[in-house]
């Protein structure tokens, strides 16, 4: 709107008071523009589509909740006796940090239920990040335009990880400084300068006096704010490129179909959040979690049976708990120059951690690379459509959880009644030949639930009913599927091996090749969808002309 | 003992230990040459206690641990475990064994009470053992705090630190400790059973021992402050639940909101 047009139009004056305050908020802010841009804004329904506001939600929980534990924690390490209420630790001597993290759970009002709230949240938080990242990996939501969104997302992973950690370490009971010493071996595994990195960050030898404080510092600050710029990059990407949807008849490429954010989406939205807050807040009235008091204060001497990380940490313990200290003769401890070479705690610690982040990251990119694939794609794939990458994810899930339940082998021995040492020795083959296994039986089932579908398309259903020909054969009646539910049977993209194709210069180079091969692998074994050609010819032999021209079989197989 | 350590520097107090020194090597000699006589309990067993006790004992144990206690290839020798070691094994129901294998379960006594004091007085009267704790020592009123302490050094790397049980190698594991009562868990320190390795009055104090049953009653009798407490197992059984309770229980709603009226 242009300055003269203003002047010559009669100013707008809205009639009720509300109105005319409305009116004054919106001509200074715009609001109703964004409202009108953010309103048309359309969601496709899905109930997998919700893990990442379940974790968006759990942040905002987490925020609110922490806000409150930051009024009463004191994160000092001086000594002190405590003088709460809890009788069994009565007048023992800790440091402040734990000794006000008991206070919060026993002598402030609702400060257990914060607690608990706040630790449940964060469970919940990368819990729901989780099996986001695993909805967007398995239908292929990470490709072209959003590779860079799910590198945010990765990122979004490893801060909410880090938040976790940091926060666990805080209330100084034993059981964080267990996991906390297990960090300090780590990180002194480093060849060189890990203990110089160990002594910088504690403050001189563990467990020092200053570790507490900039734990605190980078999980109530510097973490917390990052997160926070990573989720408005990750939101304003999803924006930017819109949301996916499932394949369907009538979405393509080129729109979205949904419903509009609002009224309806708001609402449901809106609504969610207070659902997710309900469960978090019954999970922390009814069950326990970290029982601070259980643990005692940190005392770098006693180490706990039972001691773990929270879940999201547990596949680096789990790494550690598989690694043998030695195997027969051959041990992992070397002095080079002077300096000592733990390899028994150096390799289990980052190098799983390490192809699983790297391959996470780098994903979106191998795919893209193998498959010479530069479209956009906003229609997902169904897992079993896409059989090589399902099986891929698959693997990497299994193998992330044999180092999850390793973390658990102890509680794994005493509630089976099995040997620990067993459990240590099938764990370790596992985590060999547990992908491979994953591998294969993953990608068998995914062709063969494209060999259903398009048996199914081809065919109809079974309807159980057995029929008696005149001249006495018995048949199965098939009845034919609507188009609605052929379409998802047929409407997608199964593609052939790409061979290697000659550059510019007319040659085959090695990089191309290894792409050719890694194509063979991906897309050697192949379902195709059923053609317009071969579903006219299915139903002509069974003499079902009423079920659907070629016509239209030939728009609904695109 | 405060008496007993203000007096420590009385003139007489050299003449009093040398007295007491000999006394206890004398004493120790004495029990180790008439082993039949030997009795380091406040607990008195009478004659026919102990004859009615190696009856049951022929009855029921001798077949592994032999004849007269002196142990045979499937069980060792019970001459000299004491008193406190039969009444813990046998008074829990680990003893007579369900099976052999890593370690005894604990099971539904087979022995009443009075069946386990004659067998306890037998296996006493073979050789000098830790005897049964005496009561004061399991009133539950010492220092919870101090046993609270003396529990995370010396029991909880196995027991857990909220006495909830954990693995050892090879199918070996040190129970749970909610539910057994102060004189077992008293037993159980001065004689080391299964695996347990044994606190003797120098490792651990009797008023230590004291303190600990105290500290484990009352976090028993505390209950879970913070609402149930999913085992007290710690972060493993949290992040079960919130993957399987928390995350099912969002799932189920996440379907019903994205669920259409049909």
New interface residues.
């Given amino acids: 709107m242009s300055a003269a047009s203003t002047a010559e139009a009669p100013a707008f004056v809205a009639k009720t008071k509300t109105g005319r305050i409305t009116d004054f908020v919106d001509a200074r802010v715009g609001g109703s523009g964004i409202l009108r841009e953010f309103g048309r804004k359309v969601f496709p ?7 990442g506001e ?1 974790a968006l939600y759990s942040f905002v929980i987490l925020l609110l909740s922490g806000t409150f534990l930051t009024f009463f924690f004191d994160p000092s390490m001086a000594e002190t006796h405590y003088a709460g209420s809890y ?6 001597e800790m440091s402040v940090a734990y000794s006000s993290s008991l206070n919060i ?2 002598d402030i009002r609702g400060g ?1 239920f914060m607690r ?1 709230v706040h ?2 949240a964060a ?2 938080f990368v ?2 990040i989780a ?1 986001h990242m695993l909805r967007v990996f398995f239908t292929g939501a990470f490709r072209k335009p959003r590779e860079m969104n799910w590198v945010v997302g990765s990122v979004l992973l490893i801060l909410a990880m880090a938040a976790g950690f940091t926060g666990y370490s805080l209330p100084d009971d ?2 964080s400084g267990n996991g906390l010493r297990i960090i300090d071996g780590v990180i002194k595994s480093i060849p060189v300068v890990g203990t110089y990195i160990s002594f910088f960050l504690f403050g001189g030898e563990f467990p020092g006096t200053a570790v507490i404080g900039r734990l605190y510092m980078l999980h109530i600050l510097l973490v917390p704010a990052l997160i926070l710029l990573m989720i408005v990059l990750h939101l304003f990407m999803v924006v930017v490129h819109k949301h996916t949807q499932y394949p369907g008849p009538g979405r393509n490429d080129g729109n979205v179909v949904g419903y509009p954010l609002g009224p309806v989406y708001a609402a ?1 939205a809106g ?2 959040f207070f ?2 807050f309900g ?2 807040a019954l ?9 601070i ?4 204060p940190y ?1 770098p ?11 999201y940490i ?1 596949f680096v313990d789990g790494a550690l708990r598989l690694m043998p200290g030695v195997i027969g003769d051959f041990h992992f401890e070397y002095v080079v120059f002077g300096y000592t070479l733990t390899l028994n705690v150096l390799l289990p610690a980052l190098v799983p951690a390490g192809i699983l982040f790297t391959v996470m990251f780098m994903y979106p990119w191998i795919e893209a690379w193998v498959t010479k694939d530069t479209r956009e794609h906003h229609v997902l794939d169904r897992p079993r459509n896409a059989p090589t990458r399902t099986a891929i994810g698959v693997a990497g899930f299994v193998w992330y959880c044999v180092m999850w339940a390793a ?5 794994i ?2 509630h089976f ?6 459990v240590t020795y099938w764990l370790r083959a596992l985590f060999f030949i547990g992908p491979v296994i994953a591998f294969v039986v993953a990608k068998r089932v995914a062709l063969a639930l494209q060999r259903k579908d398009r048996e199914i398309a081809l065919h109809g259903r079974e309807t159980g009913r057995i029929v008696r020909l005149p001249h006495g054969e018995f048949i199965e009646v098939h009845a034919p599927l609507d188009e609605y539910k052929r379409y998802k049977l047929v409407g997608f993209e199964s593609p052939a091996p790409l061979p290697a194709v000659p550059n510019e210069h007319g040659i085959v180079t090695r990089k191309e090749k290894r792409r050719a091969f890694l194509s063979k692998w991906f897309f050697e074994d192949r379902v195709a969808p059923a053609t317009p050609a071969e579903l006219e010819a299915a139903h002509g032999h069974h003499g079902h002309p009423a079920v659907g021209s070629a016509e239209e079989n030939k728009s609904l197989s695109h | 003992m405060k008496a007993l350590s203000q007096k420590r520097r009385h003139p007489l107090a050299v003449i009093a230990l040398l007295l007491m020194g000999l006394l206890v090597t004398g004493g120790l000699y004495a029990v180790a040459t008439t082993v039949n006589e030997a009795k380091a309990s406040t607990t008195s067993y009478s004659a026919s206690d102990t004859a009615e006790g190696e009856k049951l004992f022929e009855a029921n144990c001798a077949t592994c641990h032999g004849m007269g206690a002196s142990g045979t290839q499937d069980g060792p020798s019970l001459v000299g475990v004491g008193a406190a070691a039969v009444d813990f094994q046998v008074g829990t129901g680990r003893m007579p064994m369900q099976m052999n294998g ?1 370690q005894a379960y604990k099971k539904p006594a087979q022995f009443n009470e009075e069946q386990t004091h004659q067998l306890s007085g037998y296996v006493a009267s073979l050789g000098a053992g830790p005897a049964i704790p005496e009561e004061h020592l399991l009133d539950e009123k010492g220092d ?2 101090a ?3 003396l529990f ?2 010396n029991c ?7 006495a ?8 070996k ?2 129970p749970a400790l909610a539910d057994v009562s102060g004189k077992h868990i008293y037993e159980a320190m001065v004689t080391g059973p299964q695996n347990m390795p044994v606190f003797s009055d120098a490792n651990v104090s009797p008023e230590g021992k004291r303190d600990i049953i105290t ?1 484990l009653k ?2 028993e009798s ?1 209950g ?7 085992g ?8 079960l ?3 399987i ?3 099912g ?3 189920g ?3 019903w ?2 669920s ?1 009226t049909s």
């Avoid at chain 1, 973390?407 to 509680?411: E, T």
């Fill in positions: 329904d899905h109930w997998s589509f919700m893990f379940v009788v069994p630790l009565k007048n023992v759970s026993f257990l608990q630790h449940w469970l919940l819990a729901s099996v034993l059981l449901k609504g969610f659902i997710v469960v978090i999970m922390a009235a009814f069950f326990t979690i970290n029982p008091w259980n643990y005692g005392d001497s006693p180490v706990s049976a039972g001691t773990q990380p929270d879940w547990g973390a658990g082998s102890d509680l021995a005493t009644h099995v040997s620990l040492n067993d | 890593p919870a705090a046993g609270g302490e995370r050094v909880a790397m196995c027991h857990n630190a909220a909830a049980g954990g693995a050892l190698t090879r199918g594991f040190a500290f009352q976090i505390n879970s402050p913070g609402g149930a407490d999913l007290s197992l710690g972060p493993v059984a949290e992040g639940f919130v993957w309770a928390g995350l229980v969002i799932i709603f996440t379907i909101l994205t259409r």
